[in-house]
């Protein structure tokens, strides 16, 4: 797989520009793979914000806090799991929008 970097830094930028790194990579990037992994980024960076959203709001009658937390351990989980696939060279697919990008 080339471009492992590009790879490693669209996972690697849901803690400091989520929306951000993967709209500018996509947009200038011609490799489809990456494209294609820059989207999912960033659909899964807006798609969980949304979700954390809404549980923040619903946790104040107790029933998003479970989800609070869910959505919240995925935002940082996924992106470990796609740097640490990325540098083994193997490809992943972000949880919630890897089968809507291909």
């Given at each position: 797989?080339?471009?492992?970097?590009?790879?490693?830094?669209?996972?690697?930028?849901?803690?400091?520009?989520?929306?951000?790194?993967?709209?500018?990579?996509?947009?200038?990037?011609?490799?489809?793979?990456?494209?294609?992994?820059?989207?999912?980024?960033?659909?899964?960076?807006?798609?969980?914000?949304?979700?954390?959203?809404?549980?923040?709001?619903?946790?104040?009658?107790?029933?998003?806090?479970?989800?609070?937390?869910?959505?919240?351990?995925?935002?940082?989980i996924a992106?470990?799991?796609?740097?640490?696939?990325?540098?083994?060279?193997?490809?992943?697919q972000y949880?919630?929008?890897?089968?809507?990008?291909?």
């Amino acid at each position: 797989m080339e471009n492992k970097g590009l790879r490693i830094l669209i996972h690697a930028s849901t803690w400091f520009a989520p929306i951000v790194v993967p709209l500018i990579i996509y947009l200038l990037i011609a490799d489809r793979e990456v494209k294609s992994l820059a989207l999912q980024a960033l659909i899964f960076h807006f798609v969980i914000g949304i979700l954390i959203g809404i549980s923040a709001f619903l946790s104040w009658v107790l029933i998003g806090i479970p989800f609070l937390i869910i959505f919240g351990l995925m935002a940082i989980i996924a992106p470990i799991i796609g740097i640490v696939r990325a540098l083994n060279d193997r490809q992943f697919q972000y949880p919630i929008v890897g089968s809507w990008v291909n």
